[in-house]
T-cell receptor, first 115, second 112 residues
Framework: AQTVTQSQPEMSVQEAETVTLSCTYDTSESDYYLFWYKQPPSRQMILVIRQEAYKQQNATENRFSVNFQKAAKSFSLKISDSQLGDAAMYFCAYRSKGSQGNLIFGKGTKLSVKP | DAGVIQSPRHEVTEMGQEVTLRCKPISGHDYLFWYRQTMMRGLELLIYFNNNVPIDDSGMPEDRFSAKMPNASFSTLKIQPSEPRDSAVYFC??????????FGDGTRLSIL
């Protein structure tokens, strides 16, 4: 069974600085999707970024980018120029390519942004 | 475009009562998912549907939980009878094949 581990329960960053959130996963599959979701205090689950395992190029969405290391089964999220609105829980998630079903989530990392 | 719509946003009820959570997926999405979020267990998939048919309900905790999707634009998650340990945030999400899931705002359920 696949698992997703986020080893940092909490992180803090100064406004305008850069922070990296860690995520590792375990799978025997060769093709899959990885996601980062953001959950602010409002409780919404907002998709931040998506990576397809067969694509070697790291995904980027504006200030958000990932460092995808397939061999190491690592999928970290880098937030550049952090803003107060980035404060939230961040969840890493895995989904098998052949399945439209189960998103497997990590436990989350709570990010605080200091002004 | 309207996103996934869940109702109610908050529900407080007494143990033993029936609870019904509702979800309207994004129009055109043929997959619908129900998740539960708790501090202890994080986010867990309860059940998902494809074209209104339940595909995987292995995450449904027990017989007290049931989910239906009578048509492409509506789904319910019912708990009967409810227990305090069912207190959680319940999310509905929808998607089309190959695309990420879009989540609703969730229903915070408190069972007293």
């Amino acid at each position: 069974a696949q698992t997703v581990t986020q080893s940092q329960p909490e992180m803090s960053v100064q406004e305008a600085e850069t922070v990296t959130l860690s995520c590792t996963y375990d799978t025997s599959e060769s093709d899959y999707y990885l996601f980062w979701y953001k959950q602010p205090p409002s409780r919404q689950m907002i998709l931040v970024i998506r990576q397809e395992a067969y694509k070697q190029q790291n995904a980027t969405e504006n200030r958000f980018s990932v460092n995808f290391q397939k061999a190491a089964k690592s999928f970290s999220l880098k937030i550049s120029d952090s803003q107060l609105g980035d404060a939230a829980m961040y969840f890493c998630a895995y989904r098998s390519k052949g399945s439209q079903g189960n998103l497997i989530f990590g436990k989350g990392t709570k990010l605080s942004v200091k002004p | 475009d309207a996103g996934v719509i869940q109702s109610p946003r908050h529900e407080v009820t007494e143990m033993g009562q029936e609870v019904t959570l509702r979800c309207k997926p994004i129009s055109g999405h043929d997959y619908l998912f129900w998740y539960r979020q708790t501090m202890m267990r994080g986010l867990e998939l309860l059940i998902y549907f494809n074209n209104n048919v339940p595909i995987d309900d292995s995450g449904m905790p027990e017989d007290r939980f049931s989910a239906k999707m009578p048509n492409a634009s509506f789904s319910t998650l019912k708990i009967q009878p409810s227990e305090p340990r069912d207190s959680a945030v319940y999310f509905c999400a929808s998607s089309v094949v190959g695309q990420p899931q879009h989540f609703g705002d969730g229903t915070r359920l408190s069972i007293l």
